[in-house]
């Protein structure tokens, strides 16, 4: 074997390829339906940018057989107002804001305006409080199960499909063993993608600016949860333990060191930035998945079937 | 009249004088209480400042008869479990969290954590969203009153103590005609402050460092609620026509310009920073109040109160 080739076969999956999956099932379920479901997108956003992804959104959701419906709202001012027009509009099942509109705390109140049965994102606050509680239903029967938050449930399916988590163990162990490094720890995606991760059995490791926190499933009778330590190790020391590698940093400047890497790590980027150096990664690991938006609107689309499904529970 | 003598009779009001009705109408109604009702303040936070006032909440509950328990959770990833031990303890009517905690969005989500039956802050969201839409029930039967928010709760107090709510006036007019200039647009304290004055009438000025804007009382027919409007004025035209100008920036340098301040002006300060020069205003203002913490531990220990009349309406 020559010295030039690359160490491993990396194999670079795209999002689509793993999507697939899921828009076929829900393709399945609409044809089910007595009648489509309508999604509403709010943008309240003058960024070019928002409203290519508001579009993005819409084109997907009407390709697997969604009413999509943009509201585009002029004064920023006006959302809350238009927030609660959808809520109480019976042709309405899910709604989606686009966000940042005024880019700080005001917009996590207007997250949490949207109705709880209309929420596709899974962002309201009963549904991150049940994940990170561990709990999987919204009633004490069972009839009614607590959304997820999209971006994080879409890193789980995502490593799912790549056979990260072993189907062989049980509901709740399936990473038992494995070591995940996270670096970003938002409240939208990182924190949450570390308990869920956590509560599935795995070690993780959460970086972000500053410092890395140790996540792990709590042995505590009070809460079945995942349970969160102080980390004295470096970046590099955590990652070079880890089998996933996992990076959300909202910035172009930002790369992973490579070298950090593990030999036959599996890289999972779900920043809108490239956070891998695309060349140097497929040197070193064994799966890479480079962008994740389109396995993430696969499960905001299947967040709206489940809501339906709640509520004829 | 010599030059030399100040141009108004400023009053200088302490927060004390004001808080006074309060804590002897609390008084009066825990005497007629069956039992003490227990406050609980939960303090993750290795800040001395935060402990201090810890203390000093403990110590002004005591007085007027309360029961206060300190937590102190030396480590801040235990703060949430902590929060539902005692939302789950019957034995506690009241819990308070010292916050910064994390500094970032988490504080947000463990502000939420805290049952709503038990929240003397009134920073539950359905709390926050109420006061947003003038809504000032829980239920529909009108038993239960919606719990506001303890720090713009306190200044609407204070302008009541000073006067400027002229009650002659329709319940939800009486500000009618006033204008509020208000320097802070936090989501705790500037924004829901210029809405409840807002809604009592007012037009209020909301200024905080990248933009001024209107808040008056909505016409709309869908919400009975404030309507927000772009301002085009500058700091100092809003404020030479303000009868009411209110500071809260949490700066040690910040110092509202007095050349800015109409004669005979009324002043509020609810920074824990003096954000006015104290003696130049009181040749221009006619009232003064330089701090407002203590009405503001008067309105938790109300809350405290009403919380218990709405368990057992």
Same mark, same amino acid.
């Given at each position: 074997m020559s010295a030039e080739k690359p160490t491993t076969a990396c194999k670079v999956v795209t999002a689509s390829?793993? =999507? %697939? %999956?899921?828009?076929? @099932?829900? !393709?399945a379920h609409i044809a089910k339906l007595d009648h489509p479901l309508t999604l509403v997108g709010l943008l =309240?956003? =003058?960024d070019p940018a928002a409203k290519l992804y508001a579009n993005w959104t819409g084109k997907t959701a !009407? $390709? &697997?057989?969604?009413?999509?419906r943009l509201i585009e709202i002029p004064q920023k001012d006006q959302l809350e107002e238009e927030i609660y027009q959808v809520n109480n509009d019976e042709s309405v099942d899910g709604i989606i804001v686009y966000f940042p509109v005024f880019g700080n705390r005001q917009d996590q109140y #207007? $997250? $949490?305006?949207v109705a709880i049965d209309k929420d596709v @994102?899974? #962002?309201?606050?009963k549904y991150i409080s049940n994940m990170y509680h561990n709990v999987r239903y919204m009633d004490d029967g069972e009839t009614k199960k607590s959304i997820l938050p999209c971006t994080p449930l879409a890193v789980i399916k995502i490593m799912e499909y790549l056979g990260v988590y072993n189907e062989l163990l049980d509901y709740g162990d399936r990473l038992y063993g494995k070591t995940v490094t996270v670096v970003n720890r938002s409240e939208i995606v990182g924190r949450p993608l570390a308990a869920l991760l956590a509560n599935d059995g795995a070690r993780v490791y959460s970086a972000d600016i500053n410092d890395i926190q140790i996540y792990e499933r709590g042995v505590g009778l009070r809460l079945r949860q995942h349970q969160v330590k102080e980390c004295n190790l470096t970046l590099e020391q955590c990652a070079k333990s880890s089998d996933i590698i996992i990076t959300g940093v909202p910035s172009k400047d930002y790369k992973f060191p490579t070298q950090y890497i593990k030999r036959g790590a599996v890289l999972i980027n779900f920043s809108s930035e490239k956070n891998f150096d695309d060349e140097a990664v497929r040197k070193v690991a064994s799966m890479y998945v480079p962008m994740i938006g389109k396995v993430t609107i696969s499960m #905001? &689309?299947?967040n709206l079937l489940r809501l339906r499904e709640n509520r004829l529970a």
């Open positions: 390829r793993i =999507a %697939k %999956k899921y828009t076929e @099932e829900i !393709k =309240a956003n =003058a !009407k $390709q &697997l057989g969604f009413n999509y #207007l $997250q $949490q305006c @994102e899974g #962002l309201n606050f #905001l &689309l299947r």
